[in-house]
Structures are given as C-alpha cells and as structure tokens.
C-alpha cells in the first residue's frame, strides 16, 4: 500500500523557518521524482519544488528560490522542504507527490497534505 505521510507544518511568524517531511512507503522510493506542491485558500494548486531521483537536480518555483530547499534521504524514504524566510503568501496546505514513469503507464501519489501558516 502506497502512503505518502507530510509532517511539520504549523504556524509560525513571517521571517521565521519550518522543515516539512514526507515519510514515504510502499514503492520504490529512489526511483520517483519527489515534488511539493501547495494550494492557498482560494487558489489552484502549485509546483513549490522537485528533485528527480537520480542525479538529485533541483527545480523551484520563482516565489520560493532563494529560501526553500528540498532535499532527498532514500535510505530513508524521505524527502523534506526547508522553508526559510518564511511570508504571509507561503501560507497554504503543502503536498508532498510521488511521480514515475513507466513502459505503459504514469505512477503518480499523494499525500494528505500538512498545513503551513505565516501570520503575525
């Protein structure tokens, strides 16, 4: 069974830092692309950031480059979003996804999401 489980979000002052994780299992987790994506209140859902699952290359969103950095643990099944210098406009609930492409198919997971506010 596939789970993708986000923990440490919370709501904290703007300026200040929060490091999200998302513990995976239930798939090859090295072999996925893992991204975080985010949706504010009233707002469709966006790419934060991602790293592939080979070479461990990076891509962020514009809005977040500079102060958020993703990383990958695959021994230990994990990816994580440092978000430093954190704004009012980083609130919103923050997903973490599974993404692989296979010979017939996409393989494509979920989590539940993990709520982050920035508010003073």
């Known amino acids: 069974q596939v789970q993708l489980v986000e923990s440490g979000g919370g709501l904290v002052q703007p300026g200040e830092s929060l490091r999200l994780s998302c513990a995976a299992s239930?798939?090859?987790?090295?072999?996925?692309?893992m991204r975080w994506y985010r949706q504010a209140p009233g707002k469709e859902r966006e790419l934060v950031a991602e790293i592939t699952s080979t070479s461990g290359g990076t891509n962020y969103a514009d809005s977040v480059k500079g102060r958020f950095t993703i990383s990958r643990d695959n021994a230990k099944n994990t990816v994580y979003l440092q978000m430093n210098g954190l704004k009012p406009e980083d609130t919103a609930v923050y997903y973490c996804?599974?993404?692989?492409?296979?010979?017939?198919?996409?393989?494509?997971?979920w989590g539940q999401g993990t709520r982050v506010t920035v508010s003073s």
């Open positions: 996804n599974a993404y692989a492409r296979g010979v017939f198919r996409q393989y494509d997971y």
């Open positions: 239930g798939f090859t987790f090295s072999s996925y692309v």
